[in-house]
Protein backbone atom coordinates (compact mmCIF):
# COMPACT_ATOMS: atom_id res chain seq x y z
CA UNK A 1 0.00 0.00 0.00
CA UNK A 2 1.12 3.39 -1.10
CA UNK A 3 2.67 5.43 2.22
CA UNK A 4 -0.34 8.29 3.33
CA UNK A 5 1.27 11.91 3.48
CA UNK A 6 -0.37 15.07 4.48
CA UNK A 7 0.85 18.37 2.95
CA UNK A 8 -0.39 21.32 4.87
CA UNK A 9 0.09 24.77 3.16
CA UNK A 10 -0.76 25.28 -0.86
CA UNK A 11 1.84 27.58 -1.70
CA UNK A 12 4.62 27.03 -4.42
CA UNK A 13 6.98 24.34 -2.11
CA UNK A 14 4.04 23.05 -0.67
CA UNK A 15 2.38 22.13 -3.86
CA UNK A 16 5.31 21.31 -5.32
CA UNK A 17 7.08 18.59 -2.77
CA UNK A 18 3.72 17.58 -3.03
CA UNK A 19 4.19 16.27 -6.99
CA UNK A 20 7.80 14.92 -5.93
CA UNK A 21 6.26 13.18 -3.04
CA UNK A 22 3.56 11.44 -5.32
CA UNK A 23 6.23 10.69 -8.14
CA UNK A 24 7.87 9.28 -5.12
CA UNK A 25 5.05 6.75 -4.71
CA UNK A 26 3.32 8.28 -1.81
CA UNK A 27 -0.55 9.54 -1.80
CA UNK A 28 -0.77 13.16 -0.44
CA UNK A 29 -3.68 14.92 1.07
CA UNK A 30 -2.72 18.68 0.98
CA UNK A 31 -4.54 21.31 2.93
CA UNK A 32 -5.07 24.66 2.26
CA UNK A 33 -6.79 27.55 3.95
CA UNK A 34 -8.66 29.05 0.96
CA UNK A 35 -11.66 26.17 -0.34
CA UNK A 36 -11.03 28.17 -3.87
CA UNK A 37 -7.78 26.70 -3.88
CA UNK A 38 -8.44 23.11 -2.79
CA UNK A 39 -11.44 22.75 -4.39
CA UNK A 40 -9.54 23.85 -7.87
CA UNK A 41 -6.30 21.41 -6.57
CA UNK A 42 -9.37 18.20 -5.73
CA UNK A 43 -11.38 18.91 -8.99
CA UNK A 44 -9.59 20.25 -11.70
CA UNK A 45 -5.83 18.61 -10.45
CA UNK A 46 -4.00 22.40 -11.14
CA UNK A 47 -2.75 25.23 -8.49
CA UNK A 48 -3.01 28.40 -11.03
CA UNK A 49 -1.81 31.01 -8.68
CA UNK A 50 1.20 29.20 -7.31
CA UNK A 51 2.54 26.96 -9.75
CA UNK A 52 0.35 28.18 -13.33
CA UNK A 53 0.44 25.19 -16.49
CA UNK A 54 1.83 22.45 -14.24
CA UNK A 55 -0.78 19.23 -14.08
CA UNK A 56 -1.00 17.53 -10.62
CA UNK A 57 -0.99 14.00 -10.05
CA UNK A 58 -4.08 12.11 -9.61
CA UNK A 59 -2.22 10.99 -6.43
CA UNK A 60 -2.68 14.30 -5.16
CA UNK A 61 -5.95 15.62 -3.27
CA UNK A 62 -6.81 18.43 -1.70
CA UNK A 63 -9.84 19.61 1.77
CA UNK A 64 -9.25 22.97 3.86
CA UNK A 65 -10.53 20.45 6.66
CA UNK A 66 -7.46 19.69 8.38
CA UNK A 67 -8.56 16.68 10.39
CA UNK A 68 -9.47 15.16 6.98
CA UNK A 69 -5.46 15.74 5.46
CA UNK A 70 -4.28 14.04 8.83
CA UNK A 71 -6.25 11.10 9.00
CA UNK A 72 -4.36 8.12 9.05
CA UNK A 73 -1.33 9.49 7.57
CA UNK A 74 2.49 8.53 8.43
CA UNK A 75 3.94 11.89 8.11
CA UNK A 76 2.67 15.74 8.06
CA UNK A 77 4.44 17.95 5.42
CA UNK A 78 4.25 21.45 7.24
CA UNK A 79 4.89 23.92 3.98
CA UNK A 80 3.03 27.86 5.49
CA UNK A 81 4.81 30.70 6.60
CA UNK A 82 7.65 30.49 9.08
CA UNK A 83 5.92 33.45 11.11
CA UNK A 84 2.12 31.61 11.15
CA UNK A 85 3.17 27.92 12.25
CA UNK A 86 2.67 28.47 15.87
CA UNK A 87 -0.31 29.75 15.52
CA UNK A 88 -1.31 27.50 12.46
CA UNK A 89 -0.25 24.33 14.97
CA UNK A 90 -2.22 26.02 18.02
CA UNK A 91 -5.09 26.20 16.30
CA UNK A 92 -5.24 22.13 14.87
CA UNK A 93 -4.55 21.52 18.34
CA UNK A 94 -5.94 17.88 19.13
CA UNK A 95 -5.74 17.01 15.65
CA UNK A 96 -2.68 16.39 14.84
CA UNK A 97 -1.35 13.07 14.74
CA UNK A 98 1.01 11.87 17.75
CA UNK A 99 2.15 9.02 16.12
CA UNK A 100 3.38 10.57 12.65
CA UNK A 101 6.79 11.55 11.67
CA UNK A 102 6.85 15.49 11.24
CA UNK A 103 8.61 17.47 8.42
CA UNK A 104 9.43 21.28 8.46
CA UNK A 105 9.60 22.38 4.65
CA UNK A 106 10.37 26.14 6.07
CA UNK A 107 13.18 28.43 5.98
CA UNK A 108 13.00 30.81 8.60
CA UNK A 109 13.16 31.76 12.53
CA UNK A 110 10.59 32.72 14.57
CA UNK A 111 10.21 36.48 15.43
CA UNK A 112 10.22 36.72 19.01
CA UNK A 113 11.54 33.63 20.17
CA UNK A 114 14.36 32.99 17.92
CA UNK A 115 13.17 29.11 17.46
CA UNK A 116 13.85 27.36 14.73
CA UNK A 117 10.72 26.05 12.91
CA UNK A 118 11.75 22.28 13.90
CA UNK A 119 11.77 23.78 17.65
CA UNK A 120 8.21 24.72 17.22
CA UNK A 121 6.39 21.95 15.99
CA UNK A 122 8.15 20.12 18.72
CA UNK A 123 7.33 22.39 21.23
CA UNK A 124 3.82 23.39 20.14
CA UNK A 125 2.54 20.35 18.68
CA UNK A 126 4.22 18.76 21.71
CA UNK A 127 6.15 16.21 19.08
CA UNK A 128 8.95 14.22 20.36
CA UNK A 129 12.19 15.66 18.53
CA UNK A 130 13.39 12.65 16.97
CA UNK A 131 10.07 12.09 15.05
CA UNK A 132 10.77 15.76 13.32
CA UNK A 133 12.59 16.59 10.24
CA UNK A 134 13.58 19.41 8.00
CA UNK A 135 13.85 19.10 4.45
CA UNK A 136 15.92 22.02 3.27
CA UNK A 137 19.00 22.29 -0.12
CA UNK A 138 18.84 24.42 -3.50
CA UNK A 139 15.37 23.45 -4.18
CA UNK A 140 13.83 25.96 -6.02
CA UNK A 141 10.08 25.31 -6.81
CA UNK A 142 9.64 25.64 -10.69
CA UNK A 143 12.97 24.07 -11.37
CA UNK A 144 11.92 21.08 -9.07
CA UNK A 145 8.24 21.20 -11.07
CA UNK A 146 10.33 20.53 -14.12
CA UNK A 147 12.38 17.38 -13.17
CA UNK A 148 15.63 19.17 -13.08
CA UNK A 149 17.74 17.27 -11.23
CA UNK A 150 18.48 18.71 -7.69
CA UNK A 151 19.53 17.37 -4.31
CA UNK A 152 18.56 17.85 -0.74
CA UNK A 153 19.19 17.40 2.81
CA UNK A 154 16.68 15.64 5.34
CA UNK A 155 17.79 16.28 8.83
CA UNK A 156 16.78 14.91 11.83
CA UNK A 157 18.08 14.31 15.15
CA UNK A 158 17.31 10.62 14.46
CA UNK A 159 18.77 8.87 11.21
CA UNK A 160 15.95 6.42 11.18
CA UNK A 161 13.31 9.39 10.90
CA UNK A 162 15.64 10.98 8.47
CA UNK A 163 15.91 7.81 5.98
CA UNK A 164 12.51 7.33 6.33
CA UNK A 165 11.44 10.30 5.07
CA UNK A 166 14.45 10.46 2.37
CA UNK A 167 12.60 7.01 1.36
CA UNK A 168 9.42 8.71 1.41
CA UNK A 169 10.91 11.65 -1.36
CA UNK A 170 12.83 10.07 -3.40
CA UNK A 171 12.75 10.00 -7.21
CA UNK A 172 14.86 10.33 -10.51
CA UNK A 173 14.98 13.87 -9.97
CA UNK A 174 14.61 14.92 -6.47
CA UNK A 175 18.01 13.45 -4.25
CA UNK A 176 17.98 13.37 -0.73
CA UNK A 177 20.95 12.94 1.50
CA UNK A 178 20.65 12.50 5.29
CA UNK A 179 22.20 14.35 8.09
CA UNK A 180 21.45 14.70 11.79
CA UNK A 181 23.19 18.51 11.87
CA UNK A 182 19.51 20.08 12.70
CA UNK A 183 20.68 23.44 13.69
CA UNK A 184 23.06 23.47 10.95
CA UNK A 185 20.52 22.97 8.30
CA UNK A 186 17.77 25.14 9.49
CA UNK A 187 20.17 28.00 10.29
CA UNK A 188 21.59 27.56 6.40
CA UNK A 189 18.28 27.70 4.57
CA UNK A 190 17.02 30.33 6.87
CA UNK A 191 20.05 33.15 6.20
CA UNK A 192 20.68 32.34 3.14
CA UNK A 193 17.34 34.22 2.26
CA UNK A 194 18.75 37.37 4.59
CA UNK A 195 21.99 37.29 1.97
CA UNK A 196 19.70 37.05 -0.75
CA UNK A 197 17.93 40.00 -0.01
CA UNK A 198 21.47 41.65 -0.16
CA UNK A 199 22.89 39.93 -2.98
CA UNK A 200 19.36 41.12 -4.83
CA UNK A 201 20.12 44.43 -3.59
CA UNK A 202 23.53 44.94 -4.94
CA UNK A 203 21.70 43.73 -8.24
CA UNK A 204 19.69 46.21 -8.47
CA UNK A 205 22.24 49.12 -7.36
CA UNK A 206 23.66 47.69 -10.37
CA UNK A 207 26.78 46.28 -9.28
CA UNK A 208 28.33 43.53 -10.33
CA UNK A 209 29.32 39.76 -10.15
CA UNK A 210 32.57 40.78 -7.94
CA UNK A 211 30.31 42.77 -5.37
CA UNK A 212 27.71 39.32 -5.36
CA UNK A 213 30.15 36.98 -4.71
CA UNK A 214 31.74 38.92 -2.26
CA UNK A 215 28.10 38.94 -0.03
CA UNK A 216 27.44 35.29 -0.39
CA UNK A 217 30.86 34.58 0.70
CA UNK A 218 31.12 36.95 3.75
CA UNK A 219 27.01 35.78 4.12
CA UNK A 220 28.42 32.28 4.53
CA UNK A 221 31.25 32.87 6.97
CA UNK A 222 28.74 34.68 9.28
CA UNK A 223 26.10 32.14 8.79
CA UNK A 224 28.93 29.70 9.76
CA UNK A 225 29.90 31.50 12.66
CA UNK A 226 26.67 31.16 13.94
CA UNK A 227 25.77 28.15 13.19
CA UNK A 228 28.75 27.43 15.29
CA UNK A 229 28.59 29.10 18.42
CA UNK A 230 24.43 27.33 18.31
CA UNK A 231 26.25 23.94 18.11
CA UNK A 232 25.87 23.27 14.57
CA UNK A 233 29.04 21.32 12.37
CA UNK A 234 30.98 23.75 10.65
CA UNK A 235 30.97 21.44 7.23
CA UNK A 236 27.26 21.44 7.24
CA UNK A 237 27.49 24.64 5.63
CA UNK A 238 29.53 23.86 2.70
CA UNK A 239 26.88 21.01 2.37
CA UNK A 240 23.68 21.34 0.19
CA UNK A 241 22.15 23.24 2.80
CA UNK A 242 24.61 25.85 3.19
CA UNK A 243 26.57 26.89 0.61
CA UNK A 244 24.51 24.91 -2.21
CA UNK A 245 20.84 26.59 -1.56
CA UNK A 246 23.23 30.10 -0.76
CA UNK A 247 24.25 29.92 -4.41
CA UNK A 248 20.80 28.77 -5.99
CA UNK A 249 18.79 31.75 -4.04
CA UNK A 250 21.18 34.20 -4.21
CA UNK A 251 21.99 33.89 -7.87
CA UNK A 252 18.47 33.11 -9.12
CA UNK A 253 15.36 35.34 -11.08
CA UNK A 254 13.24 32.05 -9.60
CA UNK A 255 14.19 32.96 -6.09
CA UNK A 256 11.35 35.21 -4.03
CA UNK A 257 14.33 36.63 -2.09
CA UNK A 258 16.50 37.78 -4.76
CA UNK A 259 13.84 39.20 -6.51
CA UNK A 260 12.93 41.07 -3.55
CA UNK A 261 16.32 42.55 -2.68
CA UNK A 262 16.34 43.37 -6.71
CA UNK A 263 12.95 45.38 -6.15
CA UNK A 264 14.85 47.05 -2.91
CA UNK A 265 17.82 48.27 -4.57
CA UNK A 266 16.10 49.67 -7.30
CA UNK A 267 14.48 51.90 -5.02
CA UNK A 268 10.75 50.38 -4.13
CA UNK A 269 9.85 50.29 -0.30
CA UNK A 270 9.07 46.87 1.48
CA UNK A 271 5.28 47.98 1.46
CA UNK A 272 5.07 48.18 -2.37
CA UNK A 273 7.08 45.48 -2.80
CA UNK A 274 5.02 43.21 -0.86
CA UNK A 275 2.21 44.43 -2.57
CA UNK A 276 3.22 43.52 -6.02
CA UNK A 277 4.61 40.21 -5.26
CA UNK A 278 1.67 38.64 -2.75
CA UNK A 279 4.13 35.67 -1.86
CA UNK A 280 6.77 34.63 0.82
CA UNK A 281 10.02 36.47 0.99
CA UNK A 282 10.88 34.69 4.33
CA UNK A 283 13.84 36.83 4.84
CA UNK A 284 12.14 40.03 5.42
CA UNK A 285 10.63 38.52 8.35
CA UNK A 286 13.51 36.26 9.78
CA UNK A 287 16.40 39.21 8.99
CA UNK A 288 15.33 40.52 12.28
CA UNK A 289 15.00 37.26 14.41
CA UNK A 290 18.72 36.26 12.97
CA UNK A 291 19.87 39.28 13.69
CA UNK A 292 18.47 39.00 17.31
CA UNK A 293 19.48 35.38 17.78
CA UNK A 294 23.19 36.48 16.99
CA UNK A 295 23.15 39.22 19.38
CA UNK A 296 21.76 36.95 22.35
CA UNK A 297 25.12 34.63 21.80
CA UNK A 298 27.20 38.13 21.24
CA UNK A 299 27.90 36.77 17.38
CA UNK A 300 28.89 39.45 14.63
CA UNK A 301 26.55 39.26 11.26
CA UNK A 302 27.14 42.49 9.54
CA UNK A 303 25.26 41.67 6.63
CA UNK A 304 21.83 40.54 8.26
CA UNK A 305 22.20 43.80 10.39
CA UNK A 306 22.44 46.22 7.18
CA UNK A 307 19.56 43.77 5.18
CA UNK A 308 17.65 44.47 8.95
CA UNK A 309 17.82 48.29 9.00
CA UNK A 310 16.93 47.92 5.23
CA UNK A 311 13.65 46.11 5.62
CA UNK A 312 12.55 47.05 8.82
CA UNK A 313 13.92 50.94 9.51
CA UNK A 314 14.44 51.73 6.18
CA UNK A 315 17.49 52.35 5.67
CA UNK A 316 18.90 53.23 1.97
CA UNK A 317 20.30 50.33 -0.04
CA UNK A 318 23.11 52.60 -1.30
CA UNK A 319 24.15 52.83 2.65
CA UNK A 320 24.37 49.47 3.52
CA UNK A 321 27.57 49.63 0.95
CA UNK A 322 29.01 52.08 2.54
CA UNK A 323 28.68 50.57 5.63
CA UNK A 324 29.94 47.06 4.75
CA UNK A 325 32.79 48.57 2.44
CA UNK A 326 34.15 50.91 5.60
CA UNK A 327 34.29 48.39 8.57
CA UNK A 328 37.27 48.12 10.51
CA UNK A 329 39.65 45.48 8.21
CA UNK A 330 40.46 41.96 10.04
CA UNK A 331 41.44 38.60 9.14
CA UNK A 332 39.04 36.69 6.89
CA UNK A 333 38.77 33.73 9.33
CA UNK A 334 38.70 35.32 12.35
N1 LIG B 1 9.11 28.24 -3.06
C1 LIG B 1 10.27 27.62 -3.00
O1 LIG B 1 10.95 27.44 -4.02
C2 LIG B 1 10.76 27.09 -1.68
C3 LIG B 1 10.21 27.52 -0.49
N2 LIG B 1 10.69 27.05 0.70
C4 LIG B 1 10.11 27.45 1.97
O2 LIG B 1 8.82 26.86 2.09
C5 LIG B 1 8.00 27.65 2.96
C6 LIG B 1 6.66 27.89 2.28
O3 LIG B 1 6.94 28.64 1.12
P1 LIG B 1 6.08 28.61 -0.20
O4 LIG B 1 5.19 27.46 -0.31
O5 LIG B 1 7.05 28.79 -1.30
O6 LIG B 1 5.26 29.99 0.04
P2 LIG B 1 4.11 30.62 -0.83
O7 LIG B 1 4.13 32.08 -0.62
O8 LIG B 1 4.20 30.13 -2.22
O9 LIG B 1 2.79 30.02 -0.16
C7 LIG B 1 2.49 30.25 1.19
C8 LIG B 1 1.39 29.30 1.60
O10 LIG B 1 1.10 29.56 2.98
C9 LIG B 1 -0.27 29.93 3.11
N3 LIG B 1 -0.41 30.91 4.16
C10 LIG B 1 -0.12 32.23 4.15
N4 LIG B 1 -0.38 32.78 5.34
C11 LIG B 1 -0.89 31.80 6.11
C12 LIG B 1 -1.36 31.73 7.44
N5 LIG B 1 -1.39 32.81 8.23
N6 LIG B 1 -1.80 30.55 7.91
C13 LIG B 1 -1.78 29.44 7.13
N7 LIG B 1 -1.35 29.43 5.86
C14 LIG B 1 -0.90 30.60 5.37
C15 LIG B 1 -0.65 30.49 1.77
O11 LIG B 1 -2.05 30.40 1.63
P3 LIG B 1 -2.89 31.43 0.72
O12 LIG B 1 -2.64 31.02 -0.69
O13 LIG B 1 -4.28 31.22 1.18
O14 LIG B 1 -2.35 32.81 1.02
C16 LIG B 1 0.09 29.52 0.85
O15 LIG B 1 -0.58 28.29 0.77
C17 LIG B 1 8.79 28.94 3.23
O16 LIG B 1 9.38 28.87 4.49
C18 LIG B 1 9.88 28.95 2.15
O17 LIG B 1 11.06 29.60 2.58
C19 LIG B 1 11.67 26.11 0.73
C20 LIG B 1 12.24 25.62 -0.43
C21 LIG B 1 11.82 26.08 -1.73
O1 LIG C 1 14.49 28.19 -0.69
C1 LIG C 1 14.42 28.32 -1.88
C2 LIG C 1 15.29 27.55 -2.81
O2 LIG C 1 15.99 26.55 -2.18
C3 LIG C 1 13.47 29.27 -2.46
O3 LIG C 1 13.91 30.55 -2.26
P1 LIG C 1 12.88 31.77 -2.28
O4 LIG C 1 11.99 31.59 -1.09
O5 LIG C 1 13.76 32.97 -2.21
O6 LIG C 1 12.11 31.70 -3.58
Aim: charged content about 20%; proline content about 4%; glycine content about 10%.
Amino acid sequence: MSPRVAVLGTGSWGTAFSTVLADAGCTVTMWGRRTEVTDEIRERHTNAQYLPGLPLSAAISATSDVAEAVAGVEAVVLAVPSQSLRANLAGWAGTLPREATYVSLMKGIERGTGRRMTEVISEVGAIDPARVAVVTGPNLAKEIVRHDPAASVVASASRETAERVAHLCATPYFRPYTETDVVGCELGGATKNVVALAVGMAEGLGLGDNSKASIITRGLAETTRLGVRLGADPLTFSGLAGVGDLIATCMSPLSRNHSFGVKLGQGLSVDEIVAETRQVAEGVESAESILALARSVAVDMPIVEQVAAVVHDGREPQEVVTALMSRARKSERR
